[in-house]
């Protein structure tokens, strides 16, 4: 048995005062951390969550949920903690993914409850004591991209008036960014951080590297997500819809129904560049190379918001043109 788990299961029995019948894994995620689902003696289950304290700190996670939690989010519930071991006792919040469950007959219903909780967090969570989303980080996050992406998986090199336009995109992405206003930020509120729950759907994870920054962030990556795509249409239509509960709500400011698709069209391609290159860097970094198959899906977002975003029409096209054909 690996260390870990034997140090986890001495912590759930001595600690936590647990009788359980099995230990299982239950999930991982793009990072260190490793999930146990805990099958009680009469059938129940926890999860165990494993953050081994030299690569993950636990304290952003137990932080996080409370907040998210007061906003009304649903969120694990944390019962036991450790976090000087790195360990935590969490509700189980089930097995069924967002991404395991869409579909045509689902997506407004399942769609419809991850809005009103992004709404939730959106007027109800602090963003007081949160990382901000400067500029430092917005342009940190875009350099994976020629880093890991174009340098590291593709081999491709730009040349100076190539990289003086893709520094022009960058700047264009990340004023469009700080122009917004500033809420709670999930940071990966997608079909794989949301799971199908029977009451106040739907839970909440992997929210612990939550900042304060744009108000589009998070429906960008729900209504643009790397992992599922919807008809263009469709998600402009679901864009307008937030535009107007967000309004209502007092976050959008004075700005008009154009101008918040013109946020959520940049913000997506800032996110997207950064998530082609996280995917690139776990192929090559970190041993996993399942998340390269999504890169595709992930850049054509950018192509298509190019064709009516002037600022990143560059961008799109030397996509279109000079990566997307080597992937």
């Known amino acids: 048995m690996p260390q870990r788990l034997r140090l986890l299961e001495q912590w759930l029995v001595q600690s936590c005062r647990l009788s359980f019948e099995d230990i299982a894994p239950a999930s991982a995620d793009a990072s260190f951390r490793r999930y146990f689902r805990v099958v009680l003696r009469d059938g129940s289950t926890l999860v165990a969550m494993d953050a081994p304290p030299d690569k993950e700190d636990c304290h952003p996670f137990v932080a996080v949920a409370g907040r998210m939690r007061e906003a009304g989010l649903h969120v694990p519930q944390i019962f036991a903690q450790d976090l000087a071991q790195g360990f935590l006792l969490l509700e189980d919040l089930g097995t069924r993914p967002y991404l395991d469950a869409l579909n045509a007959g689902s997506v407004e219903s399942l769609y419809g409850d991850a809005t009103r909780a992004l709404l939730r967090l ?47 995109a960058f700047d264009v992405l990340v004023d ?59 998600v402009d239509a679901w864009v307008a819809g937030y535009f107007q509960a967000a309004r209502r709500a007092g976050l959008t400011g004075d ?36 998340y390269l198959a999504d890169i595709p899906r992930t850049l054509g977002y950018i192509v298509e918001a190019g ?16 990566v997307l054909p080597r992937m």
């Open 122 to 168: 959106q007027v109800a969570a602090p963003v007081d004591g949160l990382p901000r989303y400067d500029r430092a980080m917005l342009l940190r996050e875009m350099q994976l991209f020629p880093d890991w992406l174009l340098g590291q998986h593709l081999g491709l090199v730009l040349d100076d008036s190539e990289g003086a336009m893709l520094i022009d």
């Open 307 to 322: 064709r009516r975003r002037p600022g990143v029409e560059w961008l799109a096209g030397f996509i279109a043109g000079r």
């Open 255 to 290: 700005v008009d129904a154009a101008t918040f698709l013109a946020w959520f069209d940049l913000m997506g391609v800032q996110r997207h560049l950064k998530a082609a290159g996280i995917f690139a860097r776990l192929n090559h970094r970190d041993g996993k190379p399942g």
């Open 176 to 234: 469009n960014a700080l122009a917004q206003p500033v809420v709670c930020v999930h940071r990966d509120f997608h079909s794989r951080n949301l799971m199908v729950v029977d009451g106040d759907n739907p839970g909440v994870i992997d929210f612990q590297d939550a900042v304060a920054g744009p108000l589009t962030y998070d429906l960008v990556s729900l209504l643009r997500d790397c992992y599922v795509r919807w008809p263009a249409e469709q």
